[in-house]
């Protein structure tokens, strides 16, 4: 084991000096001084380093310097125990021709926003990472990424926002609605909303949420229909004027025979009661599904359930194509 070196006797000159460094203003002529006196004055490496808060090599660091410069190593600015990191290149100047290499592979599949600027690309970062190791480029994904930002592509997914096309009658279509409701609005005639919605499987299948349990249920590892006990059918019916909702559900099939009996259903249960007197409705409805515009048997339910049935005259209101956002139904009793 290395010995400590023994700090040799102060002269009279010396012990002056390092006493004067005492009152220096630098930190590291005051600790250099200290480590020096301490020893002098007969302590140990140990117990220095643990009075002055260093390692115990500081302490014999700074005895053989001592030793070898005399009352001059006090003073001594800190030398740099690590040699300063040396700058990293850009993946541009290591890889020169990479940017044009990168924007050959990705000009052929090159989407873009034309409102917004933004552009992006199909392929994934590792696919082109590869495709550059092929050319001779050692690139990783996510100096691909730093490129591709830098070169003013974008992370983005598919937006909905083609409409498909508009009937020229369509502005029309929606001031005869407003015009119909404000009439029956005025009158006080009940205006009901009704769309069909979601349909579910009833059984042993898993569903988002949680609850607290000792264990969990056990469901089946796929939806089959096979699987299933009967599929829910939920046919809600959205009162305007009032703001309540009715929904009937059934373990059937989704036909316009069902979505009539429904409407029924509500007049007798909540309706009749809270029009009385009333012989006229309105109903706003989707222009597809099974209360669409084309179904004969949806006009036949309605002549003979509600018509015929119950003495009502009915008004039906169909929203344009791909306008089902607009139904009040959509807006009010789908939200709970």
């Given at each position: 084991m290395r010995k400590?070196?023994?700090l040799r006797p102060?002269?009279?000159e010396e012990a002056q000096h390092l006493k004067a460094s005492l009152r220096s203003p630098i930190g590291f002529t005051v600790r250099r001084t200290q480590i020096?006196?301490?020893?002098?004055?007969g302590c140990t490496r140990t117990q220095i380093a643990a009075v002055?808060?260093?390692v115990?090599?500081?302490v014999t660091r700074v005895i053989a310097d001592f030793h070898a410069r005399g009352v001059t190593s006090v003073h001594e600015e800190r030398r740099q125990s690590r040699p300063r990191p040396v700058s990293r290149l850009r993946i541009e100047e290591r890889e020169p021709g990479i940017t044009a290499a990168l924007e050959r592979l990705v000009s052929a599949e090159v989407a873009g926003d034309p409102m917004g600027g933004t552009t992006w690309v199909r392929s994934s970062l590792r696919k082109l990472s590869d495709a550059l190791g092929r050319q001779g480029y050692r690139v990783d994904h996510c100096t691909v990424r730093k490129l591709l930002r830098g070169m003013g592509y974008t992370l983005k997914r598919n937006k909905k926002r083609r409409g498909g096309s508009q009937h020229p009658d369509r502005d029309e279509q929606f001031r005869y609605i407003a015009m119909r409701r404000d009439a029956f609005d005025a009158a006080g005639r009940p205006i009901i909303s009704v769309d069909t919605k979601k349909k579910e499987l009833i059984g042993d299948f898993r569903n988002h949420g949680r609850t607290w349990c000792r264990e969990p249920d056990e469901v089946n590892e796929h939806d089959f229909t096979s699987t299933a006990e009967c599929r829910a059918i939920p046919f809600g019916i959205y009162d305007v004027g009032r703001n309540r909702g009715h929904v009937r559900v059934g373990i059937s099939n989704d036909t316009p025979e069902f979505a009539v009996t429904a409407i029924a259903e509500w007049w007798e249960a909540e309706g009749r009661a809270a029009y009385r007197g009333a012989t006229h409705v309105l109903v706003l409805a989707d222009c597809g599904g099974t209360n669409g515009h084309r179904h004969r048997a949806w006009k036949l339910n309605l002549q003979e359930?509600?018509?015929?049935?119950?003495?009502?005259t009915v008004t039906v209101c169909h929203y344009p194509p791909g306008c089902s956002k607009w139904n009040p139904i959509e807006q009010s009793l789908q939200r709970t």
């Open positions: 400590t070196p023994a102060l002269t009279s020096l006196l301490a020893s002098a004055n002055i808060g260093c115990g090599t500081t359930k509600l018509c015929n049935g119950l003495g009502l």
